[in-house]
């Protein structure tokens, strides 16, 4: 079993290839009209933010991915207690969605917990924002959304071809 370490050079290897190769190819004109660069920036940005903090191994009870969500990292004990270590949470279709879904929910639920608050609480005459403008941010941009989400799944699908292979 590849060690998280171990998980996140071949990821950030990997990754480096493929983001420079469609640079290039971007800068080259040899991509098509339809991949603009604003495509490649989310998928840089989904790339990046799954390698880090949306690895399949977040099924575990403590590791170093759970770790980098620093004081946070307790929104991913449910996860944990949801799906067994290599399962669903591994599954090369499914296991990125469970990550993507669950977080949206967690998100949705600690900004209404917050929005409430604010409207309960805090200083009269200010408007709360609901924070989850960021999910509404991605709905409106389906195509943006659909690079992102594309950027979440390569790295876990090397992440999990390299538990299969190690
Ligand atoms: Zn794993």
Redesign the pocket.
């Known amino acids: 079993m590849a060690k998280g370490s171990t998980?996140l050079a071949i990821e950030a290897f990997a990754g480096g290839i493929v983001l420079t190769t469609s640079i290039m190819a971007k800068g080259g004109g040899h991509l098509p009209a339809f991949i603009r660069w604003e495509h490649l920036l989310v998928f840089g940005v989904g790339f990046v933010f799954s390698m880090f903090l949306l690895?399949?191994?977040l099924d575990l009870r403590k590791s170093s991915h759970s770790h980098r969500w620093g004081t946070v990292r307790f929104i991913w004990w449910p996860y944990h207690l949801l799906f067994r270590h290599?399962g669903v949470s591994?599954n090369i279709f499914f296991g990125t969605a469970t990550r993507l879904v669950y977080l949206t929910v967690v998100v949705l639920v600690i900004g209404m917990v917050f929005a409430h608050l604010w409207t309960q609480y805090g200083p009269g005459g200010i408007q709360g924002s609901v924070p989850g403008g960021g999910a509404d941010l991605l709905l409106h941009n389906f195509s943006l959304a659909v690079y992102f989400i594309v950027g979440c799944y390569i790295p876990n699908l090397i992440?999990?071809t390299v538990?299969l292979v190690s």
């Open positions: 998980h690895s399949p191994d290599r591994h992440h999990v538990d």
